[in-house]
C-alpha cells in the first residue's frame, strides 16, 4: 500500500512563507490528481490545490495569487508553496494522490491516498 508523508509544517510570522512537501513511499507512480487540502479547528476539510497529470492547477480563492503547487513526476512528489501567510492559513494540511498504476500494480479503480498532515500555523 502506497503511503504519503507530508513535511514542512510549522510556526511562521503573517506574511511568512513555508514549503510543504508530500512524497510517496513507491516512486514513478501514475497519478491522475495531487492536491493539498486543509482543515482548521471547527472547520470542514477544503481543497486548497489541484495539479493534474498534464499540469493543470486549481486554487481555493482564498489563496490564489499566494500558494503555487508543483510536483515531480518521477519522484511521486508535490509540493506547496505558501507566501504572505495569514493567521487564517492556519490548519492542518494534508496532500493526495489518486493513483492509477504502479510500477507492479494497474489499478482498475484509482486509488485515493491521503497523507497524516502537518500542522502550520500562522501567528505573531
Known amino acids: 500500500q502506497v503511503q504519503l508523508v507530508e513535511s514542512g509544517g510549522g510556526l511562521v510570522q503573517p506574511g511568512g512563507s513555508l514549503i510543504l512537501s508530500c512524497d510517496a513511499s513507491?516512486?514513478?507512480?501514475?497519478?491522475?490528481?495531487m492536491g493539498w487540502y486543509r482543515q482548521a479547528p471547527g472547520k470542514q476539510r477544503e481543497l486548497v490545490a489541484a495539479?493534474?497529470?498534464?499540469?493543470?492547477?486549481n486554487y481555493a480563492d482564498s489563496v490564489k495569487g499566494r500558494f503555487a503547487i508543483s510536483r515531480e513526476n518521477g519522484k511521486a512528489t508535490v509540493y506547496l508553496q505558501m507566501n504572505n501567510l495569514k493567521p487564517e492559513d492556519t490548519a492542518v494540511y494534508y496532500c493526495?494522490?489518486?493513483?492509477?498504476?504502479?510500477?507492479?500494480?494497474?489499478?482498475?479503480?484509482?486509488?485515493?491516498?491521503w497523507g497524516q498532515g502537518t500542522l502550520v500555523t500562522v501567528s505573531a
Open positions: 495539479i493534474t497529470s498534464i499540469g493543470s492547477t
Open positions: 513507491e516512486r514513478f507512480l501514475h497519478t491522475n490528481f
Open positions: 493526495k494522490m489518486v493513483i492509477t498504476a504502479t510500477p507492479t500494480i494497474s489499478y482498475e479503480r484509482p486509488l485515493e491516498v
